[in-house]
């Protein structure tokens, strides 16, 4: 079963970026479709970015042409570069792995934080 474990949050301001890395364990990385959703307080969890096996991807709307969604098969990674980030975009972060051969296989991290204040 795959696990996946997130890294990369903070605290930046208002403009800046961050990288945020999930790498996953336990599986065939090739064949999961991964995405990034985000929880801010008293908000439910919303998609971010999405990537299928094939590198196939898909983003928010609120999040077009400042995020991008990237995958490393070789190490087992997926990537969210965040550019232009705005104070709304603050909220935890978690990575979700859905195996491709078997949707009912999926796992979540435990999430980082990412907060954009001045």
């Known amino acids: 079963q795959v696990q996946v474990v997130e890294s990369g949050g903070g605290l930046v301001q208002p403009g800046g970026s961050l990288r945020l890395s999930c790498a996953a364990s336990g599986g065939i990385f090739s064949i999961y479709h991964m995405g990034w959703y985000r929880q801010a307080p008293g908000k439910q969890r919303e998609l971010v970015a999405v990537i299928n096996s094939g590198g196939s991807t898909n983003y928010a709307d609120s999040v077009k042409g400042r995020f991008t969604i990237s995958r490393d098969n070789a190490k087992n990674t997926v990537y969210l570069q965040m550019n232009s980030l705005k104070p709304e975009d603050t909220a935890v972060y978690y990575c979700?792995?859905?195996?491709?051969?078997?949707?009912?296989?999926?796992?979540w991290g435990q999430g980082t934080q990412v907060t954009v204040s001045s």
């Open positions: 979700n792995a859905i195996d491709g051969k078997d949707s009912s296989l999926s796992a």
